[in-house]
């Protein structure tokens, strides 16, 4: 949620700013604005604040022509929080002097307390933020110590909740100070300067080495260096990580939208997430782990804690832990699972679900969890991000920078590892031999093949399929087992980027209600490769297609006979049931992109959501 971008150096600070915002987009598009150090008439520096409602491209327009002298300012792209998307709400806020600007992601949640404190002390607030009060905290404690790393250490000392903030001073010209809790932070030097964002993504044409800020650590930049200090104001010498992926992952590399890009990368992050995971002697080889195979083999209880996207992950993963290692397995959404009294013991294992690794209600939960004594265990897409530092163990799913807001290729990420995690438990229980995790492994890579095979060959009837759903009103999405677990995913792609109604059931349900819905036309998605309960969803669609239903169905090449029920046939090459939410989400999600682009909607960044969700 929003986005930081902060620059001194050499450069023109606006365009590189820009460039930032354009990057973190994905954070936040309710709002953008920068503020450029300047020169005023009189030789004195000034702060210069600009900020427009909606996406970047809009601030970048409103800058044009703007003084590209200034080789020093602060940037934000916002997700509302408190406020609504205004000129007045945008970041950067400034003191009342305007000297001192801030930008800031997270929440600070006595803001309420410290707002009335300020302004019992005359300070004038322009904005309905939580934000603003930093600016007024530094602008107080600058008068103090005339120092703004100082002023900003103190501010922070006042507040109650997260951030990630970047702060300049008039009276400080090419400074900028940067403090974190909560809300990520990454700094770097480049060859011409130094630069702060929200994610490595915005800075990572300037460097590859980074310093991800720790909680409670602070930065200070100038255009020749930066020091980092601890909250007594110590010197500290932080760890810099390495970026090694793609910068072309941040580019659309010819294709229409990101989304469409990601979809297309999947066969890469299957094999990518299997790299030096099996032995020569068949052993799996999860290090990262944390546990060793005695701790493991005590585990007898599972929860998958994630959101969104990642909870339908661990919907996947339930079906193949209790399958492969006979130990019961619950999938909460995190947000519910910090606020109940769940079942922990030293033997629980806590699988934390995230792409971003810094979702808010998923890092509670974790540490909700370790408070209880269970083992926490993190599958996340983002290397050092919370969810990996909270963790006892962390997989990486190597799907790389994911932009587009909604999940796809994170998504095959997280359930090839979950299904590593699965198979490991499994042979850690000797409820699996050696032979049979070998073949399993061998098969779960073949899917990176068949989700290509899905990929050249099923746009058409994609396409088609799309047709026949863009003018619905809303869509039943419905499967059996695995089949019900991605038509959950199915649903929400749907939903979220077209913006058209849908909603998933295991097909079985439908009979206990869903079904009045179906009148002629209505689109029902079905799930119906070859599986166990092939026969009983065929039994549920036809109960649908006596109603009219339009019915589109995702079935095993060479079911032919899924043609006399179903309008649309999107096909799956055969694959094992256990692996069948890797290969039949592909559609899914191919699916939900043609409706959106038909109807007209930005795929990559639909309304309301942002990709990092920061607040609980
Ligand atoms: C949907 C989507 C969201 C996320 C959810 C959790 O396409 O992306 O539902 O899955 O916000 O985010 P992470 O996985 O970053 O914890």
């Known amino acids: 949620m929003c986005g930081i971008v902060a620059y001194t150096g050499e450069d023109t600070a606006k365009d590189i700013l820009l460039a930032g915002l354009k990057r973190l987009e994905y954070r936040g598009y309710d709002s953008a604005g920068v503020a450029l150090e300047g020169i005023a008439p009189d030789g004195s520096t000034t702060l210069d604040v600009t900020c427009r409602v909606g996406k970047v491209m809009g601030l970048a327009s409103e800058l044009e022509g703007h003084d590209a002298a200034s080789t020093c300012g602060i940037g934000h792209t916002r997700w509302a929080t408190h406020g609504k998307p205004s000129v007045a709400n945008a970041h950067p806020h400034t003191s009342c002097d305007g000297r001192i600007a801030v930008v800031h992601n997270g929440i600070i949640e006595n803001f309420a307390e410290l707002r009335d404190e300020l302004a019992s002390r005359g300070h004038v607030f322009t904005s309905e933020t939580d934000t603003e009060v930093l600016a007024h905290l530094v602008e107080e404690a600058y008068a103090r110590h005339a120092d703004l790393m100082a002023a900003v250490r ?4 006042h507040v109650v909740g997260a951030y990630g903030m970047a ?5 400080e010209p090419g400074v ?3 403090a974190r809790k909560d809300s990520p932070i990454v700094v770097g030097r480049g060859e011409r300067g130094s630069y702060v964002a929200s994610d490595v993504i915005a800075l990572i044409d300037a460097t590859r080495d980074v310093v991800v800020l720790e909680d409670g650590q602070f930065a ?17 010498e932080p760890a810099v990580t390495h970026i090694d992926w793609d910068v072309d992952t941040a580019e659309k590399g010819g294709y229409p939208d990101f989304m469409l890009k990601e979809i297309c990368e999947q066969p890469r992050v299957v094999r990518d997430t299997l790299v030096g995971r099996l032995s020569a002697t068949g052993e799996l080889d999860i290090d990262e782990l944390g546990l060793t195979f005695e701790e493991l083999d005590l585990i007898d209880r599972v929860y998958v804690i994630a959101c969104g996207t990642s ?7 339930k079906n193949l832990i209790e399958a492969w290692a006979r130990i019961p397995c619950e999938v909460e959404a995190a947000s519910e699972f910090r606020y109940r009294n ?18 808010a209600d998923t890092l509670a939960a974790i540490r909700d969890a370790r408070i209880k004594g269970a083992k926490v265990f993190g599958i996340t ?36 590892s979950l299904t590593l995690l699965a198979m490991l438990l499994g042979q850690v229980k000797g409820k699996l031999t050696t032979g049979q995790v070998r073949m399993l492994f061998r098969e779960l890579g073949d899917t990176a093949a068949q989700i290509q095979w899905i990929l050249d060959s099923q746009r058409t009837a994609v396409h088609e399929a799309a047709l026949a759903c863009k003018d619905a009103q809303s869509a039943l999405f419905v499967g059996r087992g695995m089949g019900a677990a991605i038509s959950y995913e199915g649903a929400l792609k749907l939903k979220e980027v077209s913006y058209l109604h849908a909603e998933a059931y295991a097909a079985g349900e439908m009979k206990h209600g869903p079904i009045a819905l179906i009148d002629p036309g209505f689109p029902v998605i079905a799930v119906t490769t070859k599986s166990p309960t092939y026969d009983k969803v065929v039994s549920n669609l036809k109960e649908c297609e006596a109603r009219g239903a339009k019915i589109i169905a995702l079935a095993t090449q060479g079911d032919e006979d899924i043609k006399q029920i179903a309008d649309h046939v999107i096909y799956i090459p055969p694959v094992r049931d256990a692996f069948s939410a890797i290969t039949a989400s592909v559609p899914l999600q191919l699916l939900a992109r043609e409706v959106a682009v038909m109807r007209g909607c930005d795929v990559d960044q639909p309304r309301n959501l942002a990709k990092s969700v920061t607040v609980e």
């Open 154 to 157: 103190e501010a922070c000392t």
């Open 167 to 171: 702060a300049v001073s008039a009276d």
């Open 176 to 178: 900028i100070a940067v």
């Open 220 to 236: 200070r930049l100038t255009p020749t260096g930066i020091e980092y200090t601890d909250d007594a104001g110590e010197p500290i």
């Open 311 to 317: 909870y339908h992950a661990g919907l996947v993963a």
């Open 342 to 359: 769940p079942i922990i013991t030293p033997s629980t294992l806590v699988v934390a679900v995230s792409q971003s690794g810094e979702t």
């Open 381 to 416: 897409n983002v290397v050092g991000s919370p969810v990996a530092r909270e963790s006892d163990g962390v997989i990486y799913t190597k799907a790389n920078k994911e932009i587009a807001v909604a999940s796809t290729k994170s998504f095959i990420g997280q359930i090839v």
